[in-house]
């Protein structure tokens, strides 16, 4: 892997965005370019393009592999990025966003005192759980699963989480990790849907052709980590909710009839729409009849220790 010394220069901004690019990535149109942008920018780049990304403000480096061990290896190489910046946006990239919305999504983490969120995606998104779709009824809601398209972690959180990610290509099992990582976790991981972004591509699509080259899958790396913590089943619960009003919903029912509404009203955008009358029925009854899983888990010794050892350094 190749690394500039101290990417990005000191700029005094407290979070932070890195990409895992290739060679079609959207992060140019994030607004990090812009004078008055908040946020900075790493721009991780898997491909082979040698004059690719050489912009100042996209602080490029290089590593060929999967999104989270190349995260890993970044923060191997310059771990005081996690005393410098208090937050960490890591989305993939072929997210159509805007500065406003990302900057804005950093202001929600320090407003509402988080863990852990993501932005709502677009109704016209490529998704995998219709949970993490926008419901226009919500400003946010808390949830007690953040999926690995588009994390924003607060530096504690990640640095607990990071050591997970040296093993992992595809991210599956960490996104049923990271919300459990505090001693209380209630109320601190959630979902914009005030601050959607459009995932512009299939699913795993370029994952996939990279961990077949590699010789592993997502599903192994997802049951590996669910044998070590003995986690359930991959499904995001919304156990509380703030309307565009400001009025606060505790019922995790009322939020699922609320969520299917406005889902089935928005319908005729829906990219996977063929699929809806299943996922609505199935979000019903998840809603209504399982718990959030929000209790503590601890890391492995292992883990533990490897932290210890990077505080030191």
Known sequence: MKIASKWPAETGKRDLVIVRAGDKSLHRGWGADTPECGFDLIVSYFGADPSAFRLPYENRVDY????????????????????????FWLPDDDLEADGATIEAMFANMRRFDLHIAQPALT??????HLAFLRCNSFEL????????????????ILAKILPLFEHSMSGFGLDSLWT?????????????????????RPVGIV????????????????????????????????????DVKGRRWRSRTAIGLRM??????????????DQLKKLLWRLIRRQRFKSADLSPIMLDPKEQQMQEWAGTC
């Open 180 to 200: 459990r990582l505090g001693t209380d976790n209630t109320g601190k991981s959630a979902i914009f849907d005030a601050l959607p972004v459009r995932h512009t």
């Open 260 to 273: 299917v509404a406005d889902y089935a009203l928005g319908r005729g955008t829906f990219r996977q729409a």
């Open 123 to 128: 109704l016209d998104s490529y998704f995998t």
């Open 64 to 87: 060929m592999g999967g999104k989270w061990d190349g995260i890993h290896v970044l923060f191997a190489q310059q771990p005081e990025l996690l005393d410098r910046y208090q937050y």
């Open 207 to 242: 994952l996939a052709s990279a961990m077949r080259a590699s010789g592993r899958t997502p599903n192994a790396e997802y049951h590996q980590l669910k044998a070590r913590y003995g986690f359930g089943e991959f499904y995001p619960l919304s156990y509380e909710a703030i």
């Open 141 to 156: 809601r808390l949830i007690d699963k953040i999926e690995v398209m588009a994390p924003c972690l607060r530096s504690d």
